[in-house]
T-cell receptor, first 112, second 114 residues
């Protein structure tokens, strides 16, 4: 069974640009969650999508958005990038109720 | 919202010695509990989980954890560590019937000394 795939693994962007990250969940998983990991703030929940609908959202500004497609693949978009958005972005897939979440290897975003 | 406290940010331990990584959570309501491990530049790998039933949970790589409801704790233990256990360990909690996301602790960096 293939794991959670995140692309790209590394990104370097300039302040003010926007970026799109992609996540393909484990086959059969319809819930996809996104987390931001930074040395200062740790692991913080961004949002969760289930069956193409955002079901839950963390405390992040509106510059952070996402969507989920009918095949459960999800994308996360960050607009007007700031230096503080530099982080490891992790995607997790699970069944409807998170009795076990499987994480991808993450996308390392660096904003310069 | 839940909060998770990992009391030790760094734990150095000699190879083949036992180790305990501590985790406390805030809520007294029913919760699911997890321990994840993260190696450098990698995602999170599930070590073990508690959903219900026996309070002693065994996971991969020889790790185990004990759920203590009265103390709202879920400490991770290993009787004999190896160099390869050097990594960051995260405790996490979710609320069944609540929002479908994990609340993470700040992590414990375990360093195994040869």
């Amino acid at each position: 069974k293939a794991g959670v795939t995140q692309t790209p693994r590394y990104l370097i962007k300039t302040r003010g640009q926007q970026v799109t990250l992609s996540c393909s969940p484990i086959s059969g998983h319809r819930s996809v969650s996104w987390y931001q990991q930074t040395p200062g703030q740790g692991l913080q929940f961004l949002f969760e999508y289930f069956s193409e609908t955002q079901r839950n959202k963390g405390n992040f500004p509106g510059r952070f958005s996402g969507r989920q497609f009918s095949n459960s693949r999800s994308e996360m978009n960050v607009s007007t990038l700031e230096l503080g958005d530099s982080a490891l972005y992790l995607c997790a897939s699970s069944l409807e109720v998170v009795t076990e979440a499987f994480f991808g290897q993450g996308t390392r975003l660096t904003v310069v | 919202a839940q909060s998770v406290t990992q009391l030790d940010s760094q734990v150095p331990v000699f190879e083949e010695a036992p180790v305990e990584l501590r985790c406390n959570y805030s809520s007294s309501v029913s919760v699911y509990l997890f321990w994840y491990v993260q190696y450098p530049n990698q995602g999170l790998q599930l070590l073990l989980k508690y959903l219900s039933g026996s309070t002693l949970v065994k996971g991969i790589n020889g790790f185990e954890a004990e759920f203590n409801k009265s103390q709202t704790s879920f400490h991770l233990r290993k009787p004999s560590v190896h160099i390869s256990d050097t990594a960051e360990y995260f405790c996490a909690v979710s609320e069944p019937g609540g929002a479908n996301n994990l609340f993470f602790g700040t992590g414990t960096r375990l360093t195994v000394i040869p």
